[in-house]
């Protein structure tokens, strides 16, 4: 043998470094993938949202002018739904002019 080929005890070594270093890879890896165990969700206490004089008057003076005449509030009631905000993107959406372009 030439002086320049390894020689078996050599490649043994760097065949358990090897093993060794995927190993720890595959450890790595597995922990990445199962990610840190989930906490019990602890629901959140509802925030209580204080209306005050001036969101009231804002509130009516929208309706006033919406209706066309000073409305009588007995009772303001928010309502947390998705479908305002999800109508609202529909109604942007639908205001684009879309060219006749093929895709």
């Excluded at 358990?16 to 890896?29: K, N, Q, V, Y």
């Amino acid at each position: 043998m030439s002086a320049s080929s390894p020689d078996l005890a050599e490649i043994a070594a760097s065949i358990s470094a090897l093993r060794t270093e995927m190993a720890d890879i595959r450890a790595r890896l597995t922990a990445l993938e199962v990610g840190p165990k989930p906490q019990a969700a602890v629901p959140a206490a509802p925030k209580k949202i204080v209306l005050d004089e001036e969101l009231i008057a804002v509130i009516s003076a929208a309706v006033a002018a919406y209706l066309g005449k000073k409305p009588h509030i007995r009772q303001i009631q928010l309502i947390g739904s998705p479908a305002w905000g999800m109508q609202g993107r529909v109604t942007i959406q639908a205001s684009h002019v879309l060219s006749g372009a093929s895709f």
